[in-house]
């Protein structure tokens, strides 16, 4: 891509009312913009990143068995009265009317529709096991919307909801998401741990939370080095051995729960088993905050320079930096062919062809957190050579074009 085509809107300051660093790095580096309380439009830049995530993620999910599907964001009221959940689910609930003034909500969740989907198409157990995920947006009314997309009211998130005949079928399912988050957060590139959890509001019998370690992380965890015991702190309070039990920060990605019978009692989700009895469908759910991910990652890869992405969900993987680009035919013509070697290779490449000073293009390559900046000028051509730096590191280096992508590599 060349930043001549494409839309690059770096900004030098971030606005007061952005407290964490990655809600600022993300505005100052163009990835959103605030369209009000917890409302964020994702910007080309941004939105590359979301994209890479859901690569990684129905990448890992497909392979798992899991099937995708897209369930309406509008909910109407009646599920969720048949779930008890429309008045338990509290205040964070958007609840509209049509003009025939029916009831029904932005959903924030869909174990009441995927539900209703399953009775209505799952009847026996020669039907059974079945994973179905979506990536979509939610919504909650969150009482004070803050740090950007961390805590805002619209979020993007893939959520999965298994079904079962009996208990050892979900367990066997839960133990593969929990592997498969795994690999999706390994994958990713991010420093995580996989903690037991409170259900919640969401309801079941056992769940674990995924969290990207950061000291900026909202929640606190506990763990212990000498067993491979890690708990959310509300969980590990009543552990005999609470006190050499060490803690640490974290900011929840991913969070996987055994549903068992709540949702199929409530709403009469049934199959016929073996012996031609019917039963309840057991049930499993698995989230992910997809949108969450990109400023986790960012709380956990920055520095004063700016963004530090892995190089799995970075927007661009390269950049090309070419000093007097519009000036020197030199400069333009090496600049090209590596633009497109590098092309061939599958390497999602920028080339800034904008003609800006190189400090700018350098200050805004790392605001960016693009991994990989070649730098092409007339000097380094006349050296048979580029100027190679990888994002973080302190010093560039000049290395030898044929070297140059098994640096990238």
């Given at each position: 891509?060349?930043?001549?085509?494409?839309?690059?809107?770096?900004?030098?300051?971030?606005?007061?009312?952005?407290?964490?660093?990655?809600?600022?790095?993300?505005?100052?580096?163009?990835?959103?913009?605030?369209?009000?309380?917890?409302?964020?439009?994702?910007?080309?830049?941004?939105?590359?990143?979301?994209?890479?995530?859901?690569?990684?993620?129905?990448?890992?999910?497909?392979?798992?068995?899991?099937?995708?599907?897209?369930?309406?964001?509008?909910?109407?009221?009646?599920?969720?009265?048949?779930?008890?959940?429309?008045?338990?689910?509290?205040?964070?609930?958007?609840?509209?009317?049509?003009?025939?003034?029916?009831?029904?909500?932005?959903?924030?969740?869909?174990?009441?529709?995927?539900?209703?989907?399953?009775?209505?198409?799952?009847?026996?157990?020669?039907?059974?096991?079945?994973?179905?995920?979506?990536?979509?947006?939610?919504?909650?009314?969150?009482?004070?919307?803050?740090?950007?997309?961390?805590?805002?009211?619209?979020?993007?998130?893939?959520?999965?909801?298994?079904?079962?005949?009996?208990?050892?079928?979900?367990?066997?399912?839960?133990?593969?998401?929990?592997?498969?988050?795994?690999?999706?957060?390994?994958?990713?590139?991010?420093?995580?741990?996989?903690?037991?959890?409170?259900?919640?509001?969401?309801?079941?019998?056992?769940?674990?939370?995924?969290?990207?370690?950061?000291?900026?992380?909202?929640?606190?965890?506990?763990?212990?080095?000498?067993?491979?015991?890690?708990?959310?702190?509300?969980?590990?309070?009543?552990?005999?051995?609470?006190?050499?039990?060490?803690?640490?920060?974290?900011?929840?990605?991913?969070?996987?729960?055994?549903?068992?019978?709540?949702?199929?009692?409530?709403?009469?989700?049934?199959?016929?088993?073996?012996?031609?009895?019917?039963?309840?469908?057991?049930?499993?759910?698995?989230?992910?905050?997809?949108?969450?991910?990109?400023?986790?990652?960012?709380?956990?890869?920055?520095?004063?320079?700016?963004?530090?992405?892995?190089?799995?969900?970075?927007?661009?993987?390269?950049?090309?930096?070419?000093?007097?680009?519009?000036?020197?035919?030199?400069?333009?013509?090496?600049?090209?062919?590596?633009?497109?070697?590098?092309?061939?290779?599958?390497?999602?490449?920028?080339?800034?062809?904008?003609?800006?000073?190189?400090?700018?293009?350098?200050?805004?390559?790392?605001?960016?957190?693009?991994?990989?900046?070649?730098?092409?000028?007339?000097?380094?051509?006349?050296?048979?050579?580029?100027?190679?730096?990888?994002?973080?590191?302190?010093?560039?280096?000049?290395?030898?074009?044929?070297?140059?992508?098994?640096?990238?590599k």
């Open positions: 891509m060349r930043a001549s085509r494409f839309y690059i809107s770096t900004l030098k300051e971030a606005p007061a009312e952005a407290e964490l660093i990655s809600h600022k790095l993300m505005i100052r580096a163009g990835l959103i913009r605030r369209l009000g309380s917890g409302l964020y439009s994702w910007m080309p830049m941004g939105l590359k990143i979301l994209k890479k995530i859901e690569s990684i993620i129905r990448l890992e999910m497909n392979k798992a068995g899991a099937i995708e599907l897209l369930m309406p964001a509008i909910q109407p009221s009646e599920l969720w009265e048949e779930s008890e959940r429309w008045d338990a689910f509290g205040p964070q609930m958007l609840k509209i009317n049509d003009r025939h003034d029916r009831l029904f909500c932005f959903g924030p969740t869909h174990e009441e529709v995927i539900t209703d989907i399953v009775r209505k198409e799952i009847n026996s157990y020669k039907q059974l096991p079945v994973n179905f995920y979506q990536i979509q947006t939610k919504f909650r009314d969150e009482i004070r919307p803050r740090y950007g997309v961390m805590r805002a009211r619209e979020f993007l998130m893939k959520d999965s909801y298994s079904f079962h005949s009996d208990n050892d079928c979900l367990k066997s399912t839960y133990e593969k998401m929990y592997k498969t988050y795994s690999k999706i957060f390994e994958a990713i590139g991010l420093n995580f741990r996989a903690v037991q959890a409170d259900n919640g509001a969401i309801g079941g019998d056992g769940s674990h939370e995924f969290h990207v370690l950061a000291d900026s992380g909202e929640d606190e965890l506990v763990y212990s080095d000498e067993t491979d015991f890690a708990a959310n702190s509300e969980v590990a309070k009543n552990h005999p051995d609470i006190d050499k039990l060490k803690t640490c920060r974290g900011i929840e990605v991913g969070h996987i729960f055994q549903l068992g019978t709540k949702y199929s009692d409530a709403m009469k989700a049934e199959f016929i088993d073996e012996s031609g009895k019917s039963k309840p469908l057991l049930m499993g759910c698995y989230g992910i905050g997809v949108s969450r991910i990109v400023a986790a990652a960012i709380e956990q890869g920055h520095d004063e320079k700016g963004i530090i992405f892995p190089n799995s969900i970075a927007p661009f993987e390269v950049i090309l930096t070419p000093i007097n680009y519009d000036k020197s035919e030199e400069v333009k013509k090496m600049t090209d062919s590596i633009y497109s070697e590098l092309l061939g290779l599958g390497l999602d490449v920028l080339l800034d062809d904008r003609g800006l000073r190189p400090g700018v293009m350098f200050s805004e390559a790392e605001l960016l957190g693009i991994p990989h900046r070649v730098t092409i000028s007339d000097k380094t051509i006349e050296a048979n050579k580029v100027e190679y730096k990888k994002r973080g590191a302190e010093e560039s280096e000049l290395i030898d074009l044929t070297l140059l992508k098994n640096h990238i």
